[in-house]
């Protein structure tokens, strides 16, 4: 059926080395094949999303869920449906009932689906596939993130002007790169204030364990730590600090991903470090919808000046942070959003040298896209429960 041309993936294609014989809208793919570089226009848009936690989590799921009110209120005739609390085995069999449904668009709200989203999306050339965090793509497979890390640094020098002890805890979620650049940007903005301050990692390995989360929450205060970050997908740590503080031994917590989430800790939130994932995900759609899309091109959304339009942002508490701590923190917003290298990557802004005293980054030097999603060892300053430097746990798929 496809003349002189072959067929790959359900399309009719051509033998290619460089992008010259392709048509419009396509390019010379890896394989030696042209590819399409935007899939054809999905509309109406019909989205099933794949969820790791529950909506009532508080958390990571339910910032990726006001995503799904925010499209389906901007975007004529999109109808969406979720499944929540998905496993990575059960993850194949969500998305074969999506696409039984007629979903064309799937979207797989966690790094944890990667392998099941990728064995779909070459199942399925006719539905287009969006992964969060996974930094992946092909013909009708692409991804999105945010540049976290920035409000990671952002939080820690916040953290660097509040301790009153010089330890400062956080609960570790899973291990991979992208929680270890999380924590390793937090500490060098605790350091850049603070030098003396160290940063306590006290590891879960699981996004939501409300019964750990609690645990390690009230291992770190029993280490000597003030401050509290939860970075899983719940509030329970942080609620668990902020049930210990007292007039005699004051803690502070910092929150993650929903900027409501001081309200579960109101006596003692300092900040919280949050996603807005609604204004990029309506714009992927969009383009799904319009033909446009290109799978290709992999946003990893840089802070904003604007928060209703940045996909990450901290949310300083008016009531625990003095005025003029808070203006200093959030002066950090135009130096970290202007179109530079130097802002996306201030943080990691060279020196940069690890827990170990081996030097990572060179003076004046700042990484590269790939450094960071492959950074599975700690800077200095990050130590465990028992003040020795800490060493990042075996799973991290990286350099280390």
């Known amino acids: 059926e496809c003349e002189s041309g072959v067929c790959r993936d359900g399309r009719c294609t051509q033998a290619c080395a460089s992008d010259a014989p392709c048509p419009e809208n396509a390019a010379c793919g890896a394989q030696g094949f042209c590819e399409l570089l935007s899939p054809p226009p999905r509309s109406p848009l019909q989205v099933g999303m794949l969820y790791v936690g529950p909506v009532g989590d508080h958390g990571w799921t339910k910032a990726h869920d006001d995503s799904r009110v925010h499209f389906l209120e901007r975007i004529d005739g999109a109808s969406a449906m979720f499944a929540p609390s998905v496993s990575t085995v059960d993850a194949p069999a969500r998305i074969e009932e999506?696409?039984?449904?007629?979903?064309?668009?799937?979207?797989?709200?966690?790094?944890?689906?990667?392998?099941?989203?990728?064995?779909?999306?070459?199942?399925?050339?006719?539905?287009?596939?969006?992964?969060?965090?996974?930094f992946v793509n092909g013909p009708?497979?692409?991804?999105?993130?945010?540049?976290?890390?920035?409000?990671?640094?952002?939080?820690?020098?916040?953290?660097?002007?509040t301790t009153q002890l010089d330890r400062i805890g956080i609960v570790g979620p899973i291990v991979i790169p992208e929680t270890v650049r999380h924590?390793?940007?937090?500490?060098?903005?605790?350091?850049?204030?603070?030098?003396?301050?160290?940063?306590?990692?006290?590891?879960?390995?699981?996004?939501f364990d409300p019964e750990e989360e609690a645990a390690a929450a009230n291992e770190l205060i029993d280490a000597g730590v003030d401050i509290v970050f939860a970075h899983t997908d719940t509030t329970i740590a942080i609620e668990t600090a902020n049930?210990?503080?007292?007039?005699?031994?004051?803690?502070?917590?910092?929150?993650?991903?929903?900027?409501?989430?001081?309200?579960?800790?109101e006596e003692t939130c300092i900040a919280s470090a949050y996603w807005n994932w609604?204004?990029?995900?309506?714009?992927?759609?969009?383009?799904?919808?319009?033909?446009?899309?290109?799978?290709?091109?992999?946003?990893?959304?840089?802070?904003?000046?604007?928060?209703?339009?940045?996909t990450v942002y901290l949310d300083v508490s008016d009531r625990n942070v003095p005025s003029a701590v808070r203006v200093e923190i959030e002066g950090l917003v135009a130096d970290l959003s202007a179109d530079t290298d130097r802002a996306r990557y201030l943080p990691f802004l060279g020196p940069v040298v690890d827990n170990t005293g081996a030097a990572r980054i060179a003076d004046g030097a700042?990484?590269?896209?790939?450094d960071l999603l492959q950074m599975c060892w700690f800077v200095d300053g990050v130590v465990d429960l028992d003040g020795r430097p800490a060493v990042v746990p075996s799973g991290c798929v990286g350099v280390r």
Do not use: K
Not at 366 to 370: H, I, M, N, S, V
């Open 98 to 134: 999506f696409v039984a449904r007629g979903d064309n668009v799937i979207i797989a709200t966690s790094f944890d689906f990667l392998v099941p989203v990728q064995n779909a999306a070459l199942r399925h050339p006719d539905v287009n596939f969006l992964l969060c965090s996974g």
């Open 140 to 161: 009708n497979l692409g991804s999105y993130f945010g540049r976290m890390y920035q409000v990671m640094y952002q939080a820690g020098q916040l953290a660097g002007r």
């Open 183 to 207: 924590i390793n940007a937090f500490t060098r903005g605790v350091r850049s204030v603070n030098p003396d301050a160290e940063v306590v990692v006290r590891w879960v390995f699981a996004w």
């Open 243 to 265: 049930a210990r503080s007292t007039v005699e031994r004051p803690l502070f917590t910092i929150g993650y991903d929903n900027p409501d989430s001081c309200s579960f800790a």
């Open 278 to 310: 609604g204004p990029l995900v309506t714009r992927l759609l969009q383009e799904m919808e319009a033909g446009t899309w290109r799978p290709d091109l992999q946003p990893w959304e840089q802070m904003r000046a604007d928060p209703s339009h940045s």
């Open 366 to 370: 700042t990484p590269t896209d790939e």
